[in-house]
């Protein structure tokens, strides 16, 4: 007879506010390829809501963190690839902002859908 170790399972550490703060920093340098400069993105402001998010997310029944979770992957990986594409364009021209700003429109209308799953 063998004896074999039990397997552990270990919880997945999800930090929600974490997650949700990098999609944004994303869309702040998204901004910038737009010429979009006048937004104020961070501080205070970009803090309180990582910790709203957290504790949304802790509070929230399974179904719904995992929904959460299902669209920040999503949208974590549409925005990468928007990004790879903006940045295999590698031109400062005014079609390149275009595709920037419209890729920020839909990053953000991606985080506000994100915030509504959590009822923020």
Sequence with gaps: M???????????????GRQVAQLRHV?????????????????????DESARISGAYDDAVPIVQR???????????WAAAG???LLAANSPDRQSQGAAAALADELARALRD?????RL
Aim: cysteine-free; hydrophobic content about 50%.
């Design 2 to 16: 063998t004896h074999q170790s039990p397997a552990f399972a270990m919880p997945v550490m999800n930090d929600a």
């Design 27 to 47: 869309l702040t340098l998204v901004e910038l390829i737009a010429g979009r400069t006048d937004r104020d993105q961070g501080g205070d402001a970009a803090l």
């Design 67 to 77: 929904r959460f979770d299902a669209l920040v992957a999503e949208t974590a990986l």
């Design 83 to 85: 990004v790879e594409a």
């Design 114 to 118: 994100i915030g509504r799953v959590l």
